[in-house]
């Protein structure tokens, strides 16, 4: 079938985005859903640093390559042997498939899955190959999802049914944002009722990391970013205490604020530097997690002695470190509730045509979640 798609033609090319468009929108084909795959109806498509990071180089993956990995639809057909999706279910896209046969799928761990790590990294789907193309010549998927199109074939082990009566713009936030920075505060056991905690890097998803610890019940909530505007958000989300991160005074800014650092950091910033801000934030027996995704060639630079000699923890996330299939349905009960009020993170609703000036606009800092509106 045709469908319309934003396509990344190369990677690395400068800004403005708006000019230079990386992401040419035109039709492409779409073979259908092979066994275990399903025909999904995009409904509504988040922009990601994680994209973003494609677009500018930060994260090679082969081009041509339709973007999006954040994302809600409706299932169109299903593939042979999917028998617990029927047409009209609405489902949320979760951007590592799980084998559901390795070892860390195997031990509860499907953010880890070797045949979903290995496939995303080769821009193909699960089963195998793409089933994307224009003019008889293969385009790449993003993480097996592809979402910045008006239809996608995904995986089953992809997708998370959901209740129909969710709004779609919400649903697209939880298969990324709220999954990784919530799901980063929720299973990780750093964040305790009463606690102190950090969060540095607030985009989508560490604003969702925010909005997690006032959930969780944190008492001391400290944000922090590199503009204001950011700041004033998560204090109207619950964070107690706001800093920029250029401040020289940081780190003791932060532990005069808390009494002596923070039992739990969490970095969502995709840089080094920031992680090395977030581990000396980080109090005496405390956790640091770090869920950004910086550059391959960056390097960290602390120190060893602090890990046995303060007893600290150093952990990394992926995916909220959590059970997708397990999480989002515990996730949208929180938000049913009023406890997790995922759509207020969400600051532009665009069409698929200006993504590339939304991606301009996320460079610069200017929006938080921007989701992309397909027509019913």
Known sequence: ????????????????YAETKPLTVCEVDLAPPRAGEVLVKIAAAGLCHSDLSVINGDRPRPVPMVLGHEGAGVVETVGEGVADLVPGDHVVFVFVPSCGHCGPCGTGRPALCE???ASNGKGEMLAGGTRLSRNGKPIHHMTGVASYATHAVISRRS????DRELPMNVAALM??????????VFNMGAVQPGGRTAVVGLGGVGLAAVLGAVAAGAETIVAID???SKLSLARELGATHTFLATDQDLVAKVKEATS???????????????????????????TTITAGLPNPSAVLNISPLSLVAEERTLRGSYLGSGVPARDIPRFLGLHRRGRLPVEKLMTHRIRLDDINEGFDRLHRGDAIRQVIEFEA
């Not at 079938?1 to 403005?16: S, T």
């Not at 997708?159 to 959901?162: M, Q, R």
């Not at 080094?272 to 934030?281: D, Q, S, T």
């Open 115 to 117: 045949p979903g790590a």
């Open 159 to 162: 997708l998370v049914k959901i």
């Open 226 to 228: 590199t503009l204001e």
């Open 1 to 16: 079938m045709k469908i319309r798609a934003a396509v990344l033609e190369e990677i690395g090319r400068a800004g403005p």
């Open 175 to 184: 298969g990324c944002a709220v999954l990784t920075g919530a799901g980063a």
């Open 260 to 286: 002596g650092g923070v039992d739990a950091a969490l970095e969502f910033a995709g840089s080094a530097r920031a992680l090395e801000g977030a581990y000396a934030m980080t109090r005496r027996g405390g």
